[in-house]
Every structure is written in C-alpha cells, then in structure tokens.
C-alpha cells in the first residue's frame, strides 16, 4: 500500500520542484487518498488531536499570550468557505507548537517566502526559502480546506525528495482560508522537533 501511494504521488515533489527531470513521472492521482501513504492518512485523521496535544503543552509551558495574539492561525476551527490561494508569490510565517521530545512547545519564526504555483490541472506549495522548506501538491477535499502531500527539503539541497520515499521527510497537511487574504497551512505530527507546524500565508505585496 505504501509503496503504490508513493510510485503513484511521485511526480508531486518533481512538478514542485524547479529544476528539470528527464525521469518520466507516473500522472497524479486526483484524490489524495490515493496519492498518500497510510501514515499520512492517518496523521491527517488525527489533526485535531494533535492540535488539542500541541496547544495544551504551549499552554502549559507559559505560552497563552503568544497564542492568544495569533487568533485565528491556532484556532481549530477557523477555516473559511474558499479554500484555493491564487497563484503567486506569499509571505509565509511558520509556528511550531508542542514537541514530542519536551523540549520548546512554543517557536514563531520570522517570515520567508513562499509560492503556490498552478501547474496544468493541479496546484502546488513551494516554500522557497528558510533552512526547512515544505514542497509538494495541494489537493482539492472540501471547500474549507485543501490537502497537502509532499516532503521536506533541508539546508542547501537543491532538489526535494519524492513523495513517499523517505518516510522521516513526508509531510501531509491541510490548507485552510482564515481570513480576508489569509491562510494557513496546518502540518499534525510532523517528524522533526513539533507536534503541529503552521505556516501562515499572506499575498506577498
């Protein structure tokens, strides 16, 4: 099962990623429940356990002002109707909150810049700078949120890995509209140093 969603979703991090392949890619399923492993569907499943685990140890750890002055990116249930972002270039602030190793529960990181990218019939998220960069297919769902698939490029690696190759690199999420050109992009369980990553998108002007 694992090793079919990966074949099958492998062309995700290559459409994504800039530079060029001459390898020929497997076309893309359209529903993502085919396209991910069954760790990923599973962690998407359980996102709001992850949030209910995330916020109570950021809140434990002292950190309810912070959270309290993010509104509506730490909100469970603030998605919007009108999940799609418009192709370009964004703004993209990431948040890690909880951590299964006990260490911080609470990191805002400066914004980078990211892009979605509208490639034939299908959408892409590419997080262009930043020493952690998410890449990989938004796949339609419900018209509250769209879902992510795809994996983890590090440092100064010049290409992603593929869709289902590296488990420790998968990453699945879900892209939500909370508020007037505004989204966010929730990532459960994530492999590396947090319970829930949130990437928060603003058009960038």
């Known amino acids: 099962m694992i090793l079919a969603g990966a074949l099958a979703a492998s062309c995700a991090a290559d459409q994504a990623e800039p530079a060029s392949s001459d390898r020929e890619c497997i076309p893309l399923p359209e529903d993502w429940r085919s396209a991910a492993t069954e760790e990923d569907r599973e962690r998407l499943s359980d996102w709001r356990d992850a949030w209910q685990e995330a916020l109570a140890q950021a ?14 990116l730490v909100e469970a249930g603030a998605a919007l109707p ?9 703004d993209c602030r990431t ?5 299964p190793q006990g260490l911080l529960a609470y990191i805002a990181y400066p914004s980078f810049r990211c892009r979605i990218r509208i490639d034939r019939d299908h959408v892409d998220f590419l997080k262009l700078t930043g020493s952690q960069r998410p890449i990989g297919r938004l796949y339609p ?4 949120r769209m879902v992510f698939l795809g994996t983890l ?3 100064d690696e010049l290409r992603a890995y593929q869709y289902g190759i590296d488990r420790e690199r998968d ?3 879900a892209l939500e509209r909370i508020g007037e050109r505004r989204w966010r992009l929730v990532f459960p369980y994530p492999h590396f140093e947090s319970l829930v990553d949130v990437i928060e998108l603003t058009p960038h002007n």
């Not at 948040?95 to 951590?99: D, L």
């Not at 769902?141 to 509250?144: F, L, S």
């Open 141 to 144: 769902d419900t018209p509250r």
């Open 171 to 173: 990453l699945t999420g």
């Open 153 to 155: 490029q590090l440092g």
């Open 82 to 90: 009108g999940a799609t972002p418009p192709p370009g270039d964004y």
């Open 95 to 99: 948040i890690k909150i909880g951590s």
């Open 59 to 72: 809140l434990a750890g002292g950190h309810g002002a912070e959270l309290g002055g993010e509104g509506a």
